[in-house]
């Protein structure tokens, strides 16, 4: 989940409400918020709009920063348009990837009802997409023994099973699922595999 201080930030900017997706792989996000209207959020989905939508076309096709009125997709069910009746009259949408081509896509799409967002705020929530995109960002120093814990966690053993199944004592177990918990910023074990998980890395 993205942190308070950050959702706060962002609300500055697009008082309409927000939709952020960070670090998407095969499918899903690693974390997501959507402080958009709930009523827009239920005719959304209620009308299936996810595939169609000009705006998430446009941030899986392209990286960078683009105000909604610029974007040059076919919007043949009018969902711009509908948009605007809950309060999303102007928007702004963000997208960036990952430079060494692992293909992991952070996006953005902030919204407002009075006017088009100016340049600075599209500078400025630009460079906040990205620096959350980079924090999300797996870490590259589990080791493999932390990593093969990790797998054993994910097919639910506990952690004398592990120890047993490794031929190493509790404590060593314990230390590496620490280790990896701390690098991967885990709350818990099973939250520690699930983000190892998401991130690729077992």
Request: aromatic fraction near 10%.
């Amino acid at each position: 989940m993205i942190d308070k201080a950050d959702i706060d930030f962002l609300t500055t900017f697009a008082p309409s409400g927000f939709y952020l997706a960070m670090r998407i792989g095969f499918a899903f996000p690693v974390a997501e918020t959507n402080t958009l209207p709930k009523e827009w959020v239920t005719h959304y989905t209620n009308r299936g709009y996810m595939m169609q939508d000009p705006v998430l076309r446009w941030v899986y096709d392209n990286t960078g920063v683009t105000r909604w009125s610029q974007i040059a997709i076919p919007d043949p069910r009018m969902i711009l348009r509908d948009a605007k009746a809950f309060g999303l009259s102007y928007g702004l949408a963000i997208s960036c990837m990952d430079a060494d081509g692992t293909g992991q896509r952070s996006y953005g799409s902030f919204t407002r009802q009075d006017r088009e967002f100016s340049d600075d705020e599209a500078r400025i929530l630009h460079q906040a997409v990205y620096e959350l995109h980079e924090s999300y960002s797996p870490p590259k120093n589990l080791t493999k023994a932390e990593l093969e814990v990790l797998v054993m966690v994910k097919g639910g053993m506990l952690m004398k099973q592990i120890a047993d199944d490794l031929g190493i004592s509790l404590g060593a177990v314990k230390q590496r699922l620490k280790n990896a918990k701390f690098k991967l910023n885990a709350k818990t074990s099973s939250h520690a595999a699930a983000l190892a998980i998401q991130f690729g890395l077992i």
